[in-house]
């Protein structure tokens, strides 16, 4: 256990070193802070500090920088999440209410929260296998081009071009439409791909033949929405921080670019709507990212749950960039849960 001073010193570290990237010193806590104390009492705060094993010395100055273990006890401690300034909410706000549909939402929102942390920013899709359709539209482009069109009651739009054997008319593709939509409009998206992959009844063998690949296109936009899905933004953000990551930024980026790393990430560090998690340095080294930290928090579209999070190095603004993931999954949950409604 370190005393309440020890404390105050180990956040003042935190806090120095996340916004000068420099090694912090007894003389420096003492000058410029008011512990009312000499810079050798700082230094018996540092001592002990340093034997809990939360801070160490990067090399033979007399500065001290957190450990993961230093910067975990200082997430756990926090006396309260820094606030985003009324016009970074109502900026939010505005950014991400005037989205079309669900992808746009969180692409939006992956992008202003990047933004917002200088972190990469990732999104989880929520879980659409319990999501109803509610339209399918065959379009064609040419005599033997059909876009396929599915709409689901969650507001995601899918869309797909299929080439065809022959030529087929407007007429035909409404046919088609009508005997496909009386299948799989209003059912789930589990149910509607049950029903797909066995069409025989609803057409000849000669329009089975042709239709096909169109069939198959419905299909596999069925399918998409029981897929798990990533979406990310501001990985460039990591670039600009490569001296926060002492071994090196490639197993980084080379986890990163793995959505099945991510997606197993956001589902370990699972929290409600309500909450937030924080995965620091060697908690996350099975994952490859090791000298990272993860902040994640909860989002519900449609009664479906999902994550919101960003990556980034052990040594950033926890506090801000805490706030920043629950405003911004605050936000998302609302706008989706409005689009739903409305729909």
Same mark, same amino acid.
């Given at each position: 256990?370190?005393?309440?001073?020890?404390?105050?010193?180990?956040?003042?570290?935190?806090?120095?070193?996340?916004?000068?990237?420099?090694?912090?010193?007894?003389?420096?806590?003492?000058?410029?802070?008011?512990?009312?104390?000499?810079?050798?009492?700082?230094?018996?705060?540092?001592?002990?500090?340093?034997?809990?094993? *939360?801070?160490?010395?990067?090399?033979?100055?007399?500065?001290?920088?957190?450990?993961?273990?230093?910067?975990r006890l200082f997430v756990d401690r926090?006396?309260?999440?820094?606030?985003?300034?009324?016009?970074?909410?109502?900026?939010?706000?505005?950014?991400?209410?005037? =989205?079309?549909?669900?992808?746009?939402?969180?692409?939006?929102?992956?992008?202003?929260?990047?933004?917002?942390?200088?972190?990469?920013?990732?999104?989880?899709?929520?879980?659409?296998?319990?999501?109803?359709?509610?339209?399918?539209?065959?379009?064609?482009?040419?005599?033997?081009?059909?876009?396929?069109?599915?709409?689901?009651?969650?507001?995601?739009?899918?869309?797909?071009?299929?080439?065809?054997?022959?030529?087929?008319?407007?007429?035909?593709?409404?046919?088609?439409?009508?005997?496909?939509?009386?299948?799989?409009?209003?059912?789930?998206?589990?149910?509607?791909?049950?029903?797909?992959?066995?069409?025989?009844? *609803?057409?000849?063998?000669?329009?089975?033949?042709?239709?096909?690949?169109?069939?198959?296109?419905?299909?596999?936009?069925?399918?998409?929405?029981?897929?798990?899905?990533?979406?990310?933004?501001g990985t460039a953000n990591l670039a600009?921080?490569?001296?926060?990551?002492?071994?090196?930024?490639?197993?980084?980026?080379?986890?990163?670019?793995?959505?099945?790393?991510?997606?197993?990430?956001?589902?370990?560090?699972?929290?409600?709507?309500?909450?937030?998690?924080?995965?620091?340095?060697?908690?996350?080294?099975?994952?490859?990212?090791?000298?990272?930290?993860?902040?994640?928090?909860?989002?519900? =579209? =449609?009664?479906?749950?999902?994550?919101?999070?960003?990556?980034?190095?052990?040594?950033?603004?926890?506090?801000?960039?805490?706030?920043?993931?629950?405003?911004?999954?605050?936000?998302? =949950?609302?706008?989706?849960?409005?689009?739903?409604?409305?729909?």
């Amino acid at each position: 256990m370190v005393s309440d001073r020890s404390m105050q010193v180990l956040r003042v570290i935190v806090t120095d070193y996340v916004t000068s990237r420099e090694p912090v010193g007894s003389k420096s806590i003492a000058d410029r802070h008011d512990f009312g104390v000499s810079a050798a009492t700082i230094r018996n705060d540092m001592a002990q500090l340093e034997d809990a094993e *939360l801070i160490v010395a990067p090399h033979t100055s007399s500065g001290r920088i957190p450990t993961d273990k230093g910067y975990r006890l200082f997430v756990d401690r926090l006396a309260e999440i820094r606030p985003l300034s009324g016009a970074q909410r109502r900026a939010i706000e505005t950014f991400i209410e005037g =989205s079309e549909d669900v992808d746009e939402v969180l692409g939006r929102s992956v992008r202003l929260l990047a933004q917002l942390t200088n972190s990469v920013a990732i999104a989880q899709y929520p879980s659409l296998a319990n999501a109803s359709i509610q339209h399918v539209e065959f379009v064609l482009l040419s005599s033997r081009r059909v876009l396929t069109v599915l709409i689901t009651d969650s507001g995601r739009v899918e869309q797909r071009i299929g080439h065809l054997g022959a030529e087929v008319s407007v007429e035909q593709l409404q046919v088609l439409r009508d005997r496909l939509a009386g299948r799989i409009v209003g059912r789930t998206v589990a149910q509607a791909s049950a029903e797909l992959r066995d069409v025989s009844g *609803l057409m000849g063998e000669q329009d089975a033949e042709l239709f096909a690949p169109v069939v198959a296109n419905l299909l596999e936009l069925v399918l998409a929405h029981r897929q798990e899905r990533l979406v990310m933004a501001g990985t460039a953000n990591l670039a600009r921080t490569e001296r926060d990551f002492p071994s090196s930024i490639l197993p980084v980026l080379e986890a990163i670019e793995e959505q099945v790393v991510l997606l197993r990430l956001l589902d370990e560090l699972h929290s409600s709507p309500e909450a937030y998690s924080v995965s620091i340095g060697q908690e996350n080294v099975d994952l490859g990212l090791g000298e990272t930290a993860i902040l994640t928090s909860g989002y519900r =579209s =449609s009664g479906s749950d999902a994550r919101l999070g960003v990556v980034g190095p052990t040594r950033m603004d926890y506090p801000r960039n805490i706030q920043a993931v629950r405003v911004v999954a605050s936000y998302l =949950s609302r706008v989706l849960d409005d689009r739903h409604l409305d729909d």
